[in-house]
T-cell receptor
Framework: KNEVEQSPQNLTAQEGEFITINCSYS?????LHWLQQHPGGGIVSLFM???GKKKHGRLIATINIQEKHSSLHITASHPRDSAVYIC??????????????FGKGTHLIIQP | DGGITQSPKYLFRKEGQNVTLSCEQN?????MYWYRQDPGQGLRLIYY???????QKGDIAEGYSVSREKKESFPLTVTSAQKNPTAFYLC???????????FGPGTRLTVL
């Protein structure tokens, strides 16, 4: 069974700081997702990646398949980035559920 | 507007009653999913469906039932057999298995 671990669990930073959230997983995956959950509970998909790096605005996601590790970076952080960031692993098909295995999330607070 | 809707946003039920949570999507997605979120835990998969009239159990299916009679709709019934039904329930859909998932706003169920 795949385990997905995120760190840190909680992160408080000042506006403008560079933020890194880490995610590691224990078995092979077909893709890794980064999600953002705001206080109301709604979830937005930020990235889905299976190799390399993706960038969208101030957000960058990277994945190292050999090391089974992914990172989410936020440049020039802003208070509106405050949310819970969740990584989720999509297991290889061929057995088991086709849903995602989720980390517990990183609660990020950006202070002005 | 294309998207996923869940209703209601908040739901209260007495212990021992069955309750059905609605999930509708107009994205023309084949796959749909139900997840449960509890405080301090990652989301967990309850049921998923890859196509109309087909669905599979996820990691925590006991005490839940689903149907997929239409492509757009994937209702979840929380039965009286579910021992701890109070939780936040999220529905998601994707074009097919293994592709990016889009999430609904969630339903917060409280059993009194």
């Amino acid at each position: 069974k795949n385990e997905v671990e995120q760190s840190p669990q909680n992160l408080t930073a000042q506006e403008g700081e560079f933020i890194t959230i880490n995610c590691s997983y224990s078995v092979g995956i077909s893709a890794l997702h980064w999600l953002q959950q705001h206080p109301g509970g709604g979830i937005v998909s930020l990235f889905m990646l299976s190799s390399g790096k993706k960038k969208h605005g101030r957000l960058i996601a990277t994945i190292n398949i050999q090391e089974k590790h992914s990172s989410l970076h936020i440049t020039a952080s802003h208070p509106r980035d405050s949310a819970v960031y969740i990584c989720a692993a999509d297991m290889y098909s061929g057995g088991g559920a086709d849903g995602l295995t989720f980390g517990k999330g990183t609660h990020l607070i950006i202070q002005p | 507007d294309g998207g996923i809707t869940q209703s209601p946003k908040y739901l209260f039920r007495k212990e021992g009653q069955n309750v059905t949570l609605s999930c509708e999507q107009n994205l023309n997605h084949d796959a749909m999913y139900w997840y449960r979120q509890d405080p301090g835990q990652g989301l967990r998969l309850i049921y998923y469906s890859q196509i109309v009239n087909d669905f599979q159990k996820g990691d925590i299916a006991e005490g839940y039932s689903v149907s997929r009679e239409k492509k757009e709709s994937f209702p979840l019934t929380v039965t009286s057999a579910q021992k701890n039904p109070t939780a936040f329930y999220l529905c998601a859909s994707s074009i097919a298995k293994g592709t990016e998932q889009f999430f609904g706003p969630g339903t917060r169920l409280t059993v009194l």
